[in-house]
């Protein structure tokens, strides 16, 4: 049987090599360097080679994002230095890292006189096999809530095979902000910050234009925090922190001390890990369709990169923990029906560019029952090149206001993501500006989204300036208009004013220089819609009945979130559903 793997954490986060030895011609001998700029910068290689042997490979310097260069670098330096190829496919996912880690090793071989040519080796024949595999629990999908989920059956006993189409596990996990909204934690109670988990279902609800499923959100907001203490079990620390995230209507929203969603990853890759974990994930293999025998949901079939077919049967249970849409703009076009057409190519997206729908039409394809695919929600915060979250000097609503291209305040910046962007569609460009101080960043070195301000400023993502009057010059803005904007902001932080729009979160004053301004626009993010399940993440299928099985959760899923969900409630749902999902499966319930 064709082996396949999952690299582990350790070995992922050394990213500097075994040393080997590899014979290219004549070189010359000493050590290497090659530069190229990647995702998060300029990257580094060092090469040490002895008369054109390569006897090491060290990435010497990078700012790529954890979870998404470690695949990355293993992949090209070992093929270069145990195999002589630097010809290997670029990592879905992580396109820029690999191009960037090759084009430096390039470099740096050149510079040594390595016969380079004699290393770009077409790709090895392969002759596609058909595989047959089997577990308790198949999941398609190694976002969050698929991970969630097989982690919690093999909590259970169950065995479990996950089928992941990208090079890589996390999904949409690895590259947002990481807020977790779970009301009557100790970070609350530590803080005087009323909360309960009815008053998290009222904000889920009614945010989510009232049109959630009431039942799947009280199983949402009533099992958060038990989904918080069963991380900390599998060692996620999390901040001491809590404030309000983007959208997310009220102070609950956690982070762990780990940055965006890595705390997570770092926390399955750690399970997945140990040597009887029981859960085999095998990556570069797209599911594409679900195996029906008799009614029930009894595996899946998919396709390798390589082109060998896999059939993985499934002894108790199916889940499907494919994610959304939000990258398939067809589907966003077919579907929306929020944004009037507005969601063309020219939208970019937050998510990762597998978020295609494929569980959503797999599912369809097997009958299940689909719920609110019309209702699909952007964000204010997207970098204008990429749509990504990343870029961007930012903190809980409290601590910034949002201005227009003209330097005025435009809407209640603790809103909902809904009314964010239709304010935001009526302003010039569909541009704002995220306008914060440096109080809760004194040195520039805290981290913003994952990076830290000063590589933000370093790479021009962000701008600073001492006063304001010189960051509306920088970003071409009459200054008396920013300082006037900024000056009223500030009155209504003191109490002294109504506030325009009817903002009613405030932390401090915005006062303490530098002062941080990042141009943002929206950009798809997540898609409320998805699979009809009941409380035990069970998918139904189109006439309400019970599809044995077979279940979902995640985004792949609907009806929880209404026609907008509130900032910080995609990891709870992710997490708390996927769990269910996985114990349901283990289960056979
Ligand atoms: P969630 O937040 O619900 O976990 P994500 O989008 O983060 O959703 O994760 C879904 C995962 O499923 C991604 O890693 C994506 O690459 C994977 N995926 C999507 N479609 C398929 C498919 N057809 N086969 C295997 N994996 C898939």
Not at 43 to 59: A, H, K, S, T, Y
Not at 388 to 400: F, L, M, P
Not at 520 to 536: E, F, K, L, N, Q
Not at 582 to 588: C, L, M, V, Y
Request: glycine share 14%.
């Amino acid at each position: 049987m064709k082996r396949f793997f999952i690299v582990l954490l350790g070995a992922l986060l050394a990213a500097s090599l075994v040393i080997g030895c590899a014979d290219f011609g004549r070189g010359r001998t000493g050590v290497f360097t090659g530069s190229a700029v990647g995702h998060g910068g300029t990257l580094v290689v060092e090469v040490e080679v002895e008369r054109g042997n390569i006897l090491r490979i060290d990435v010497v310097q990078h700012s790529e994002t954890p979870f998404f260069y470690e695949i990355p670098f293993e992949r090209v330096i070992s093929a270069a230095i145990n195999d002589g190829n630097l010809n290997v496919d670029n990592v879905a996912g992580a396109t820029m890292t690999t191009v960037a880690v090759r084009a430096a090793l390039l470099q740096a071989l050149n510079a040594a006189r390595v016969n380079t040519a004699a290393m770009m080796q077409p790709a090895l024949a392969h002759t596609p096999q058909n595989i047959q595999l089997s577990a308790d629990v198949v999941v398609v999908g190694a976002g969050g809530a698929g991970l969630a989920a097989s982690v919690q059956a093999a909590q259970l006993g169950a065995s479990v095979i996950v089928l992941e189409k990208m090079s890589m596990l996390g999904g949409n996990t690895i590259i947002i902000g990481g807020i977790v909204n779970v009301s009557g934690t100790e970070q609350q109670r530590v803080r005087g910050i009323a909360d309960s988990t009815d008053l998290h279902f009222q904000h889920t609800y009614e945010g989510g234009g009232r049109v959630g499923n009431p039942e799947l959100i009280r199983v949402l907001v009533d099992n958060a925090l038990g989904m918080m203490r069963w991380t900390e079990e599998l060692g996620v620390v999390w901040q001491d922190h809590v404030d309000t995230g983007l959208g997310a209507l009220w102070p609950r929203s956690h982070q762990t001390v780990l940055p965006l969603g890595t705390g997570f990853l770092d926390m399955f890759h750690r399970f997945i890990a140990l040597p009887d974990s029981g859960i085999e994930v095998i990556l570069d293999t797209r599911a594409t369709d679900f195996i029906v025998q008799g009614g029930r949901v009894t595996g899946v079939r998919g396709v390798n990169s390589l082109g060998d077919t896999i059939t993985v049967y499934a002894a108790r249970g199916v889940v499907n923990a494919a994610g959304g849409f939000g990258a398939n703009v067809e589907m966003r076009m077919r579907y929306d029906e929020l944004w009037e057409g507005r969601l063309t190519h020219v939208v970019p997206t937050t998510n990762h560019p597998g978020a295609l729908g494929d569980g959503i039409i797999m599912a369809q394809a097997i009958g299940a029952g689909v719920t609110g695919m019309g209702y699909i929600q952007l964000l204010p915060i997207g970098d204008p090149r990429t749509g990504s979250v990343s870029g961007v000097a930012i903190t809980g609503v409290e601590g910034y206001i949002q201005v227009n291209e003209q330097g005025y305040r435009f809407v209640n910046e603790a809103a909902g993501r809904d009314e964010l962007i239709h304010a935001l569609f009526q302003q010039t460009n569909f541009t704002n500006y995220i306008i914060m101080c440096s109080r809760n960043h004194p040195t520039g070195y805290e981290l913003s989204l994952g990076a830290p301000l000063n590589t933000l400023v370093a790479y021009g993502h962000v701008h600073r300036a001492n006063t304001i009057a010189e960051l509306a010059v920088m970003i071409n803005m009459s200054p008396a208009v920013l300082q006037a904007t900024l000056n009223q902001f500030n009155e209504m932080v003191d109490g002294n004013a109504q506030c325009p729009f009817g903002r009613t979160i405030f932390g401090q004053r915005i006062e303490v220089p530098p002062f941080y301004a990042s141009r943002r626009v929206p950009t798809v993010h997540h898609t409320m819609g998805g699979i009809v399940i009941d409380r035990y993440a069970r998918v139904l299928d189109v006439n309400g009945s019970i599809i044995p099985g077979f279940y979902a959760a995640g985004e792949v899923a609907g009806g929880i979130h209404g026609n907008n969900r509130l900032g910080g409630n995609a990891i709870t749902d992710i997490l708390v559903f996927g769990r269910i999902a996985g114990e349901s499966a283990a289960t056979g319930r």
